[in-house]
């Protein structure tokens, strides 16, 4: 008799047929509702929005006393300051910081005297102290769709007040044992009977993939046994592995089984061992057949069952922990006296991977959630600068970090609206961000470490935007301005204006306390153009020297009370419930290489930006105005 179902399907195409069926017969992520803290391990359904800050409370950040910096200023080594005990307020690491403190002094720098303390240098507002919202701000995405939770995500999750999270539902793998010769594990089998194991090797491997395995009884060798049991399984279950039976002899019955339940669409691989392994499909549930031999069934189901799996979770780990060379994408400071630990994101741009440090704060717990890698710097290294070539620690397998999206520059929320739809596109694409301002993400592009730097530059002679500082910084051209978006930016003030601001102009007024973006944003920039032509010298506003680098951390200061007023944009200052005063309306752009203009992942970012899904968050999250994103507003052809 012949068997002619029994083919010789080479294992890619075989799984990529398997794959492609099950996604066109509607295999798809499902959510359920778990409580955070029994998260980890799990992979985010939707992304997780924060719910408070973290912290939430202004905290002391070190053993010592907490005061008014301003009592401080003017002490020195040779011109000493005392102050009274009614002057300062002793205080431990994460105390809430005093009202009508500013500043917290390390207890070694202070000298004590009797009734009082003497300093030997002034302190600067809001030095050792954890402010609200330093590691995570209300609103703010902690994790995007389709990511795996790590248990400092876990922390990080709780920490901004998220109780409950929705995550994709571990499938439900029946595994069916079949075989006369099969006995249960037992310590004296007699002859001809094999003990059945391979059910424990294949629930272990299918629990450390984020599968729930469901084991079956021994099924004897009869065609009807076979079919019932496997009719009973994909009635408990989302897949099912059935266990030997799998190749032409005559009591072989898996894939006749199968056809009776469903589709049999492959028997047969191009791989040894592995060989007599069967695909098949009962609507969309998948179905295994799986050879007898232990070494064959772990083969078939790490290449077979495993990427399934991943149409369920979109996670599929992969890969050792290793060293990868890199280039930083953002200058360090270190100091001499420590060996320093700096986690990174890595993003694949140029031919090599982009190196993005991440906070460095003790408390900052998101940085460990979202990190790739880690970088060290020696003791006795006072830092490095951007560009420098660096060796990272992978904290994940490779595999996820390449054919990713390198996004440095300007900050703005949409960026963590495209991460998202990019991973939940078909195939997931990662996206890396980091906020460096429009300075740093030109930059980043000259030096070839981005596909993207988000860029919006003012040119104060004309009030143009972006433009001309692209034709000045690239004279060899070779680059693209593609359009994302208009936005307004204005004052962002406390609720009601309690002040009576009407304008930029009042940020000079007595009393007002203002917080500043960091040097290199477009943000600070337009903030010291406005200065200038308003006539206010910043060093008269108390804070201009006070730098947050986003707009969401800006307005998480001020929403807590510990600013007044600080420039940034609508959709910051609508999150965190403030008062706006517009001051202009800005083009927000992307700049991008020639070099990267055809890679896959920059046009699937263009795909996104011209999307309805895009126009309907940007719409949600107010202050903007979409004309055309995606449409390249100039190209600066590459000069020959």
Known sequence: MAFHYLT????????????????????????????????????????????????????????????????????????????TEGQYIPVDTGDPLPEGCDAVIM????????GGIRLRAAAAPWQHVRQIG????????????????????????????????????????????TGDELVEPCADPGPGDIVEFNSSIFSAMLRGW??????????????DAIYSALETALAECDAVILNAGSSAGREDLSAAAIARVGEVLCHGLAIKPGKPAILGLSGKKPILGVPGYPVSGIIVLEELMR??????????????????PARLGRGLVSGLKYREFVRVRLGEAGGGFTASPLGRGAGVVSSFMRADAMLEIPQGVEGLEAGAEVTVRLLRPLSELRDGLVVIGSHDPLLDELTDLLRLSEPPLRM?????????GIMAIRRGEAHAAGVHLLDESDGSYNESYVSRLFPEGGVRLVECVGRTQGLMLALGNPLGLAGFADIACPGLRYV??????????????????????PGSVYGYGREELTHTSVAAQIACGSADAGMGIYSAAKLYDLDFLPVCTEQYDLLIPD??????????????????????????????????????????????
């Open 432 to 440: 890396v961000s980091s906020h460096v301002g429009s300075m740093g």
């Open 134 to 177: 330093e590691d995570i701000c209300a609103g703010e995405m902690i994790l995007p769709s389709r990511t795996e939770i790590s248990p400092s995500a876990v922390g990080a999750m709780l920490a901004a007040g998220v109780l409950e999270c929705e995550v994709c539902r571990r499938p439900v793998v029946g595994i069916i044992p």
């Open 8 to 83: 010789n399907t080479p294992l890619d195409e075989a799984r990529e047929q398997h794959l492609g069926a099950l996604r066109n017969n509607g295999l798809t992520p499902e959510p359920e509702t778990v409580r955070t803290m029994d998260a980890s391990g799990r992979v985010s359904y939707r992304a997780v929005y924060a719910k408070i800050c973290a912290p939430h409370y202004h905290a002391c950040a070190m053993d010592g006393v907490a005061l008014a910096a301003s009592v401080t200023f003017g002490a020195t080594e040779t011109t000493q300051v005392e102050l």
């Open 307 to 324: 990427p399934i799996l991943g149409l369920y979770t979109g996670v599929t780990p992969d890969g050792e922990a290793q060293e990868v």
């Open 210 to 223: 984020g599968a729930l395995p469901r084991c079956y009884p021994i099924v004897r060798d009869d065609a």
């Open 516 to 537: 500043n973006r960091q040097k290199g944003s477009g943000t600070r920039i337009l903030a010291d153009y406005l200065c200038r032509k308003h006539g206010i010298d």
């Open 107 to 114: 207890a070694e720098d202070i000298e004590t005297l009797p």
């Open 595 to 640: 070099s990267a203009w055809e890679s896959a992942a920059v046009r699937r970012l263009i795909e996104t930006l011209g999307s309805p899904e895009f126009r309907a968050r940007l719409e949600r999250l107010g202050g903007y105005t979409l004309d055309a994103p995606g449409r390249v507003r100039r190209h600066w052809e590459a000069v020959k």
